[in-house]
């Protein structure tokens, strides 16, 4: 009875044992209730700074400006560019194909997020913490579409977080072609432009809805990075890239086998403008201008330049291979700017590689001019009454504590001016800019178009002036077109996207002003074609046509330039070192005149050019018994300085032809 008593007070009743279904609904029921309480927590956290989502609709950028060439071609877009939606049934199949198995393989089967993905880009992240690199994400198209509308781009747990909530908010309120359609609409391509049908005019000049399969994959290869995977500054990464997307679409089922190999077969043509960078060095000249002119853009705006495409392909090519080839002789960089005779620029290079620098040499960088500054003092000697036949004595001279010297070191005697200009003599120069008067040799460049700064020491005759291409171009328009001054410019037009004309530059442009008068003209021209023809410019001659121009070297070296004309139409080209360092011998008539004939052999029949206007003097007047029998009673008595002609008539003597000023 004790035992028994004791027993029944001291024991508990067996519990009854749990079945494996009531196991399974109990620990659902606990997780359940836990994982509400994150939820609640999570929401609590990461919802409560949460963009509005009433702005998923609007589109905020900065307004586009097209530049246009001459002819209505597509130079360049600055700014953010959009396009109308597209619908995604106008699409080729293959087009969001491309995208879902780039991106996310299981786009149709997730809510917004796949956790399989966010685990495994979680242990990339911890495996690789500390290496520098960039966080991965996992993300889906819902979430970097959640990302692109309403986040910014940081790569944040908070952010990933709120990232997260948005994409399955997007998923319940629309459908998965909605979030689809919505993605391509607005994902960033680089650029400047947002969306598949801006990138599919900007990469390829088409609409999206006529995208080839490969041109599609090299668009959802830039996902990854739109300026690593670029079609115009990273060619064979895109192509690498593009490659993986194909076949990842043969391994989703997406294309067969033998459509992925046709569309390796099938040549992808990037717009030629955008996928060799064309006139970016003009492009940001002139994009600085248009804001003076019309302040920053508040709608779309298209610029319509005087740039000639063709023109500037061929000005880019032969810089860079001038450039090249020359390399060896310590040539670094390259500027070259034409102009026709009315002021228009008709191809700009600053430099030769855009992407490596955007220094813009053809306007920004101020190099000593060497003797291409001579025709400013052999117009002001025309000007004061010498002619091309005017005798002159090259020997030493000294000017003050200055003593200029020939390249060669050599002295020709007895010549004439258009000698001198021909075979580019510094004491002849020298001495012709002391008597006429640096001061009147300066108002002369200035008159014409140099708006840098010149200095008056005796050496400025020989190029010790600091301008830049453009100046010079400029400068020596007036001899090429009849003696207007000629201003560079490179808008013609701006209006918006709508056809509001903002700017006209035939509305300012000034009447024309004529800055060389006759018979000047003519013996400029005539001095400055036996440069080309014979003298130190011979290497830039284009047989067949009616050229003229003047090379330039500068001291040590580190300057060489060749500015050269046909009718209306003058080109200036330089070559030297940024750091302003000497090249080795190398000379105007060496790498300038070469890329000078280069660019104008392939410019020279698309201009139509004609020969040089103002190129013949007028008639000399009717002759003057009086006065041509006192002269010849001067010449009788032995009173004239002109030498006979067999001295200052004779051939120059064979020699390497070029100057260093000092």
Do not use: C
Not at 80 to 89: F, G, K, N, R, T
Not at 238 to 247: E, H, S
């Amino acid at each position: 009875m004790a035992n028994a008593g004791q027993g029944g007070r001291g024991s508990r009743p067996p519990r009854d044992k749990r079945s494996p279904l009531q196991a399974l609904i109990y620990w659902v029921l606990v997780l359940g209730v836990w994982g509400l309480i994150f939820l609640v927590a999570f929401f609590a956290v990461f919802a409560v700074d949460l963009p509005d989502t009433s702005t998923l609709y609007d589109v905020k950028r900065q307004p586009s400006v097209s530049y246009l060439d001459r002819s209505g071609a597509l130079v360049a877009v600055r700014g953010s560019q959009y396009a109308p939606p597209v619908d995604l049934d106008r699409l080729p199949r293959y087009v969001p194909e491309a995208f879902i198995a780039i991106e996310d393989r299981w786009y149709y089967w997730h809510f917004g997020f796949n956790p399989w993905g966010i685990v495994r880009s979680q242990v990339y992240n911890w495996t690789h913490r500390g290496q520098g690199g960039p966080l991965r994400g996992g993300s889906t198209i819902t979430q970097q579409l959640a990302r692109n509308l309403f986040l910014t781009p940081n790569q944040t747990y908070r952010r990933k977080a709120q990232e997260l909530i948005l994409a399955v908010w997007l998923e319940a309120r629309f459908s998965k072609k909605q979030i689809l359609e919505l993605y391509l609409n607005r994902v960033y391509f680089g650029a400047g432009a947002y969306g598949i049908e801006a990138a599919s005019q900007r990469y390829f000049g088409k609409p999206a809805e006529k995208l080839t399969l490969g041109e599609a994959a090299l668009l959802a290869g830039m996902m990854k990075g739109p300026s690593r995977y670029s079609p115009v500054s990273a060619t064979d990464r895109a192509a690498r890239r593009a490659t993986i997307v194909l076949d990842e679409m043969v391994e989703n089922r997406f294309i067969t086998p033998q459509e992925r190999d046709e569309a390796f077969r099938t040549k992808v043509r990037v717009n030629p403008v955008l996928a060799n960078q064309r006139a970016q060095y003009f492009t940001d000249w002139v994009d600085d201008q248009v804001r003076a002119l019309v302040g920053e853009p508040t709608e779309d705006l298209v610029v319509e330049t005087t740039l000639d495409l063709p023109l500037q392909a061929a000005a880019e090519q032969a810089i860079q291979r001038g450039v090249e080839a020359a390399k060896g002789s310590g040539v670094e960089q390259g500027a070259l700017v034409s102009i026709d005779g009315e002021g228009r620029i008709r191809a700009y290079v600053g430099g030769t590689n855009y992407l490596q620098t955007q220094f813009d040499r053809a306007t920004m960088a101020r190099r000593q001019a060497g003797s291409a500054f001579k025709p400013f003092v052999y117009l002001t000697a025309m000007e004061a009454g010498r002619t091309p036949q005017t005798p002159v004595v090259d020997e030493p001279v000294r000017i003050g504590n200055w003593e200029p010297r020939n390249y060669t070191g050599q002295y020709l005697g007895p010549i004439t001016l258009q000698t001198a200009l021909q075979e580019s003599v510094n004491t002849v120069a020298a001495r012709l800019a002391n008597e006429v008067g640096t001061a009147n040799v300066a108002a002369t460049a200035r008159r014409l178009g140099i708006t840098s700064n010149i200095q008056l020491d005796p050496s400025m005759a020989l190029g010790a002036v600091e301008v830049s291409p453009l100046e010079m171009a400029q400068a020596y328009a007036p001899f090429a077109n009849g003696g207007f001054l000629a201003k560079g410019y490179g808008i013609e037009r701006i209006r918006t996207a709508a056809g509001r004309v903002l700017y006209d530059h035939g509305m300012d442009r000034p009447p024309r002003q004529a800055v060389i008068g006759q018979p000047a003209l003519a013996y400029m021209n005539q001095m400055m074609r036996q440069v080309v023809q014979q003298g130190t410019g011979a290497r830039a001659n284009v047989p067949g046509y009616d050229l003229a121009g003047k090379t330039g070297t500068t001291s040590d070296y580190r300057d060489a330039w060749f500015v050269g004309y046909t009718g209306g139409f003058v080109t200036a080209v330089w070559v030297g070192k940024d750091d302003n360092k000497p090249m080795r011998r190398v000379t105007g008539g060496g790498a300038p005149a070469g890329i000078w004939k280069d660019y104008m052999t392939a410019a020279l029949p698309r201009l139509k050019v004609q020969p040089i206007p103002g190129s013949t003097p007028p008639p000399p007047p009717e002759p003057d018994p009086i006065g041509d029998l006192i002269d010849g009673v001067t010449d009788f008595f032995g009173g004239g300085d002109r030498p006979p002609p067999s001295e200052f008539d004779q051939p120059a003597r064979q020699r390497p032809r070029e100057e260093v000023p000092f």
